[in-house]
């Protein structure tokens, strides 16, 4: 009766041993890790559920300013940190990361002509968005960005003067692949201005933002 007994139960025990197992790693998998720039590359690198951490990027945190030599055209940048994290049915095969999100604005005269505020191409992302994984100092950020008066996605690279963080130099460029169908009209330039030197700003000292509801619809 008691080997009978031990038969009986052994195959179940490793079920269930098995399955604890599988429960556990699926918990571990799920919970990720927190990794910086310099560990990244540890134990096989990033990999679905791990969160790359990036705190450096603070240093473009700010409003930004160019003004124009005649006074009469502002381009203002307002950067600031946020965590990107993948939707929730891709969250086990994609790492979230730090990210630096923005608005941007051009007055011309005291006339709003282009404008990112509370405009989106994807409800799930910003307008504009860059970050630096790469671990060799953080002076450049590079940044993807609709230029929506051009109807268009670019590229944007905004680099800090090393003698002086609170200068950075603004310029843009056109995706190296574009996609033109019959009925799409594609501008080479853009409503931006191209660059240029921008100056942090003191807090308390930016122009007020675009009142909602004037982002040139």
């Not at 979230?96 to 992302?125: C, E, K, M, Q």
């Amino acid at each position: 009766m008691k080997s009978y007994f031990f038969v009986k139960v052994k195959p179940i025990g490793l079920f269930v041993f098995f399955a604890i197992m599988v429960l556990y790693s699926s918990f571990v998998f799920t919970q990720g890790r927190v990794l910086t720039r310099a560990t990244q590359f540890d134990d096989g690198g990033l990999r679905g559920g791990d969160y790359l951490k990036i705190p450096e990027l603070i240093v473009f945190e700010g409003t930004w300013r160019w003004k124009s030599a005649a006074g009469d055209s502002i381009f203002t940048m307002e950067l600031w940190r946020y965590k990107l994290v993948p939707p929730a049915d891709l969250k086990t095969r994609l790492f979230s990361y730090d990210a630096i999100a923005g608005h941007y604005n051009l007055t011309v005269n005291g006339i709003l002509v282009s404008s990112n505020y509370n405009r989106r191409t994807d409800p799930r992302f910003p307008s504009l968005s860059g970050s630096d994984m790469n671990d060799d100092g953080i002076d450049v950020l590079r940044i993807g960005f609709t230029d929506f008066e051009k109807n268009k996605r670019a590229h944007g690279r905004f680099e800090l003067f090393r003698e002086n963080p609170d200068k950075a130099r603004w310029s843009m460029s056109n995706m190296e692949t574009v996609v033109i169908t019959p009925d799409m009209v594609w501008h080479r330039g853009f409503s931006l201005p191209n660059n240029v030197v921008m100056h942090r700003v003191a807090p308390g000292t930016e122009p007020p933002a675009p009142p909602p509801g004037v982002d040139l619809q």
